[in-house]
Structures are given as structure tokens and as C-alpha cells.
């Protein structure tokens, strides 16, 4: 069984940063694909950043410059560095993985920015 826990949301003002960490947990090797999404309210799920087991990244259009994407393979970690923050991108932010061609949600991690 593969569960994801993701830390990090909290409340912050514009321009401001904040740091999400995503930890999968269980029996977990090579992990493929991981990935945030992120959900506003009255909006459907979209995805922000994905990031290949090599390292390969991409982003949405929106967050593009503002948000960068990692993983460290060894600890089965994807973090989301999000830096010059705006209202627009509040949202309950999910991370999602690809393991043994099945996809795995977390539960969500709210992000508030205030202007």
C-alpha cells in the first residue's frame, strides 16, 4: 500500500514563498512520474509541475518561473518550491505519484495567499 502525506501549506502574502513536501511511504521503489496539482474552489483540478525519474520537469504556463519541482529518490520525496506567490494560487495543492502503473493521490495541502 503507497500513501502520500503532503506538508507544507499554509497562509501567506503575496510575493511571498512557501516550500510543499510530499513523502510517499510503504514498500516504494523507482518511482515514476510525481506530481502537484492543485484545486480552487469552484475549479476544476489542474496540474502545476510533474517531474520524470530522471529529473525532467515541466510546469503550467501559470507557475512557470515562479514554481520549481523536485524529488530526491532516495527518500521517495517530491517538494514544490513556490516563490513570488499571488492570490490566484490559492488552492488545496496535491501531490500524485505513478508507481507500478497505478497513480496515487495525497490527501491535500491548502495554500492561501492574500493580497
Known amino acids: 500500500q503507497v500513501m502520500l502525506v503532503e506538508s507544507g501549506g499554509g497562509l501567506v502574502q503575496a510575493g511571498g514563498s512557501l516550500r510543499l513536501s510530499c513523502a510517499a511511504s510503504?514498500?516504494?521503489?523507482?518511482?515514476?512520474?510525481m506530481s502537484w496539482y492543485r484545486q480552487a474552489p469552484g475549479n476544476q483540478r489542474e496540474s502545476v509541475a510533474e517531474?520524470?525519474?530522471?529529473?525532467?520537469?515541466s510546469y503550467a504556463d501559470s507557475v512557470k518561473g515562479r514554481f520549481t519541482i523536485s524529488r530526491d529518490n532516495f527518500k521517495n520525496m517530491v517538494y514544490l518550491q513556490m516563490n513570488n506567490l499571488k492570490p490566484e494560487d490559492t488552492a488545496v495543492y496535491y501531490c500524485?505519484?505513478?508507481?507500478?502503473?497505478?497513480?496515487?493521490w495525497g490527501q491535500g495541502t491548502q495554500v492561501t495567499v492574500s493580497s
Open positions: 500524485s505519484i505513478w508507481y507500478r502503473a497505478q497513480n496515487y
Open positions: 510503504g514498500t516504494v521503489f523507482s518511482i515514476d512520474n
Open positions: 517531474v520524470t525519474r530522471s529529473g525532467r520537469s
